[in-house]
């Protein structure tokens, strides 16, 4: 064979190759926050183009990889949007961008509704009039049930919030249905359990492990709203992450992301005194209104359409998040 087809070849199989991995591009809202600073890692470790696209209300520039694009906005600002739209000519939406934080939603609903539904109204429509191929939602699992009276709870389970923000998560998805039957537009909505990992932020973003591990390097102890024997289903960052990628493919859908395993904040406590080696204090405080009880998910859709399944345990995941917290502490 000579050099000339030799070439010719390597670029027959370069060209097969490019063809069998789509590389695909994403406009990824709320890229610099916790959750989706790893979706953009890892859409970024399969060779897509990566547009993030965030206000920093409570991301930080620092968590945006070298390779992704950047644009500071805000999902309520639909000219501004649009210029993001035009600009990058996204095939995908990612959207994590949202006000998170239970608390705040049930204190004030207004500016939850705003930046939730408002916000991903705007980029619904956006999606429509550039002809997006897919749109991924960030909803949530921990919220939108309510209080069940069997768990696992599947996807059929009655949708029963007890915050503003769990509803807001479920009119959203209501939308999606709505955009897809009117428009076509293929979607898939991700029910978050509590995510957790590291560079979880404990000041802007919810997370009671991100929480735990900065009081207890302040020296502070940890804070337990309520009897601590309430549970949740605790899934790690990078296996959110993962479902993610795998949602790029999927057919339109709402799949639980969890670990179908319950875990109490009295057990997160014992934890964290065994990782650390420290004997911190714990405070009992008055429960907080809006939250559940008990929650975890069961996952078996997501493993049947997706093939997704968790594979980071919690004691694993909860010690590499304590020694992230612990070695970059400061």
């Known amino acids: 064979m000579t050099k000339i087809h030799t070439l010719i070849f390597l670029k027959y199989i370069i060209n097969y190759i490019s063809e069998l991995v789509q590389i695909m591009r994403i406009l990824l809202t709320g890229g610099a926050g916790f959750i989706g600073s790893w979706v953009a890692e890892n859409y970024l470790k399969e060779k897509h183009e990566v547009l993030i696209y965030d206000n920093l209300s409570s991301g930080t520039v620092k968590n945006i990889p070298q390779d992704a694009e950047f644009i500071e906005g805000d999902i309520r600002d639909y000219c501004m949007l649009e210029e993001a739209f035009k600009k990058f000519r996204p095939e995908v939406i990612n959207h994590h961008a949202a006000q998170i934080n239970v608390r705040v939603s049930v204190d004030d609903p207004v500016v939850d509704a705003e930046t939730n539904i408002l916000g991903s109204i705007n980029l619904l429509q956006l999606s429509v009039k550039y002809n997006i191929s897919k749109f991924i939602f960030a909803s949530t699992g921990g919220a939108i049930y309510g209080e069940p009276s069997i768990i696992p709870v599947d996807e059929l389970t009655d949708k029963q919030p007890l915050s503003p923000y769990g509803t807001s998560k479920l009119c959203v998805e209501n939308y999606l249905n709505y955009y897809n039957k009117i428009y076509n537009l293929d979607f898939t909505a991700l029910r978050y359990s509590n ?130 917290f612990n070695n970059n502490s400061s």
């Open 195 to 324: 995510v957790y990992g590291e560079r979880q932020n404990p000041h802007g973003e919810a997370g009671v492990v991100a929480i735990f591990c900065t009081n207890i390097l302040n020296g502070t102890g940890c804070k337990v709203f309520g009897s601590g024997e309430q549970t949740r289903d605790y899934v790690h960052c990078n296996d959110v992450a993962r479902a993610n990628v795998l949602s790029l493919n999927s057919v339109s859908g709402i799949y639980n992301i969890g670990t179908s395993v319950s875990t109490s904040v009295n057990d997160i406590v014992t934890k964290l005194k065994d990782f650390s080696g420290i004997d911190f204090k714990s405070e009992h405080l008055p429960a907080i209104s809006g939250e559940v009880n008990h929650i975890s998910l069961d996952n078996k859709l997501a493993g049947k359409v997706l093939g997704w399944s968790p594979l980071i345990s919690f004691d694993s995941g909860l010690k590499r998040t304590w020694n992230w």
